[in-house]
């Protein structure tokens, strides 16, 4: 590996590196920004709107939304004079859906959870700093809880986030908490004051709990698993009303439902042949696998920062063994 790709390891590839690295073009790396703001097919923004989420100047927002608008990235429209997913993007997005044999499987290992307790239950992966639901279900006695797949969650106010952060090496996480500072600046102090504690609980536990952040109804439960298809943790989570599952209440009746939940994920993501996006069918109860070691030359440099599964002795097993 050369030295660019073992500096990308230790530190992970964060906005600070972005900024700071001459061989990125972060011409590419804004418009993907101007991208992820629209959140959700339907959604319709301006330039002002955009250059107000993304922080960037309104005068590169609308020469990056003219060269997204002719790639065919976003869509004009000049009735509203605003833009809004194009059909380049829906056509690629819709060819990455093929085939997702896992995801079907994890779908509905999502939802036989769903039909046991009165909550939302989700699968998820990150992207800078948020949590973005790859599978999601619900009971239909769930209340006050309306995400959908593709809906984006802050990391620092949710406990899918709180258990991605604890889950990174050290140094990573931390170098994550600070970068968000700059942007998120609330969650940012929200994960720092709780970082320790969500890292103990995941030592000790498996999983971390978080309450009343993302809603002061809301509280959630959630347990890392290491893709090896994207190299980085994916996210088993659930959420609840608080007023019914107090935390005590977590621990005791929930908890045990996601350790056994998220060792069937594990075993699926793991035991697939490319990770997330190609995996053979399986019997979705499979006994779960410990994660593999990732050899150095095998990692994805966008994500090497998260590449490596925790040390044996902090990996929960799927049956609550260490």
Request: hydrophobic letters at 40%.
């Amino acid at each position: 590996m050369g030295r660019r790709s073992e500096r990308l390891s230790k530190q992970g590839m964060l906005a600070s590196d972005l900024a700071g690295d001459g061989d990125v073009i972060q011409v590419v790396s804004r418009a993907f920004d101007i991208l992820r703001c629209f959140e959700g097919h339907d959604a319709r923004l301006g330039n002002l709107e955009i250059s107000n989420r993304c922080g960037l100047p309104r005068s590169t927002v609308s020469r990056l939304t003219h060269t997204l608008t002719r790639m065919g990235q976003l869509a004009y429209l000049p009735g509203d004079q605003k833009y809004r997913i194009g059909p380049s993007a829906v056509a690629m997005s819709t060819s990455m859906m093929r085939g997702l044999q896992v995801r079907n499987l994890i779908r509905l290992r999502l939802q036989e959870v769903a039909e046991q307790i009165p909550g939302t239950i989700g699968f998820t992966i990150p992207d800078r700093f948020h949590m973005v639901y790859l599978e999601y279900a619900r009971a239909e006695n769930a209340l006050g809880l309306h995400s959908t797949t593709g809906s984006r969650i802050a990391m620092g106010r949710t406990a899918a986030g709180h258990a991605y952060i604890a889950a990174l090496d050290e140094d990573v996480g931390n170098a994550l908490i600070t970068e968000m500072s700059r942007e998120m600046p609330e969650d940012s102090k929200i994960l720092r004051g709780r970082i320790e504690r969500n890292r103990q609980s995941l030592r000790e536990h498996g999983h971390v709990t978080a309450g009343g952040m993302f809603s002061p109804h809301i509280t959630g439960i959630a347990a890392p698993i290491w893709s090896p298809q994207y190299q980085t943790f994916v996210v088993v989570t659930i959420g609840l009303l608080s007023a019914m599952y107090d935390e005590a209440r977590l621990h005791d009746e929930v908890a045990p439902i996601l350790m056994k939940l998220s060792g069937a994920v594990a075993a699926m993501v793991q035991n697939a042949d490319s990770g997330l996006t190609s995996a053979p069918a399986s019997d979705a109860r499979a006994t779960p696998v410990a994660p593999k070691k990732i050899p150095a030359e095998q990692v994805n440099e966008l994500e090497a920062g998260t590449r490596r599964p925790l040390p044996a002795r902090s990996v929960r097993a799927g049956d609550g063994r260490r």
